[in-house]
């Protein structure tokens, strides 16, 4: 058996110790509605630096794509909308899709799936949603046809709307009046092993019941558990409470242990008057909190937290326009301990005290982006915790070689 020398075993058991520079199941999403984004290849260079190792694109914009070769970072590329009936209506057209927006980049650049439009089964047109299924497969079978390209899934976003209950969580279940359109696209999923994507976003379940409560559970600040009866399991934040109301609801629609992707959630730092809750204290507490309490996780899910920059040129009220995690300069907008330790700008996930701006003028209503509940809350790990770990084990190695002394530098098993 080959020996390992002691410094070369310490270095090893030091890594283990070591906070890892990015997480693989940790994605931004990167919308392009702006007039002043930085260039694609700077955009590149700064997630390098971060803790995000995927991507998601609401496109195919090659500039952004050629940009990410080499770097590591996975993209989930975006089919519009607009582009959903030409798939559907003619397989040349996939054919056509993935020749010029896949092949040309792979391998160099990572790419692991394409989503087929955005919340179009909510978006009030029943002619697209019934083309859906159909791009998805022409498409599938287009990307399946090319050897480079046979690992990248496909599949669909969704949003929250999709769920008739919501509340509590293991009562989750899709609106009737979608059966026949989602039953076969959750079909597909399975037959392919795509993942089931969706967008909750606690900010809105917070704007639709404006109780401090309300708003300490969706930042996950402390306070005591909720029970599901259903289940019998503590809810402490309104996050893994969306999440486990769609498992629920895949569960009753015959899909039970259908993985789910979060495709977009966040938190905006500014809104209008009325706009209750979007500060920079909240989106701070939500976005830094959610990275810690993922990192706590056994099973982590993978989450894309909207979004990489500020979109300007989108319309509606001021907070779609503000959520992005950095300013076009490519500083961050708030500290939320997003950048690794060593690019220059540190941060902590801490939990800070929830603030806010304004009473809503919603009410809450079942379905329509989180569950109506009176939920609680845990204290959940920061980075205080993780660099307390690291700095600790440290320690720990150093007083054990320094206990056992000469012994230990001999070659050992």
Known sequence: MSKTPLFLLFFTLLHGFSPSSSE????????????????????AHLLQSTVFSNLRLYNADPAVISAFSGTGISLLLGVSNSDIPSLAGDPSAAAAWVSTNLLPFLPSTSISAVSVGNEVLNSGDSSLSSLLLPAMQNLHAAIAAAPSAASVKVSTVHSMAVLSQSDPPSAGAFHSDLAATLQPILQFLRDNNSPFMINPYPYFAYRSDPRPETLTFCLFQPGPARYDPGSGIPYTNMFDAQVDAIRAALRAAG?????????????????????????????????????????????????????????????GPTSERSFGLFRPDLTPTYDAGLLNSGSGLGGSSSPVAPGETSKPEEVCVTGTGGTCSRPAVEYLPSAAVERFVYIFGISLLFGFASVFGVELMVMIA
């Open 24 to 43: 693989p199941y940790l994605g931004v999403n990167y919308g392009e509605l702006a007039d002043n984004l930085p260039p694609p290849a700077s955009t």
């Open 255 to 315: 899909f039970a242990g259908q993985e789910v992707v979060v495709a977009e959630t966040g938190w905006p730092y500014k809104g209008d008057d009325n706009e209750v809750g979007a500060s920079v204290e909240n989106a701070r507490a939500y976005n830094g909190n959610l990275v810690a309490h993922l990192r706590a996780m056994t099973e982590p899910v993978a989450t894309y937290i909207f979004a990489m920059y500020d979109e300007d040129l989108k319309p």
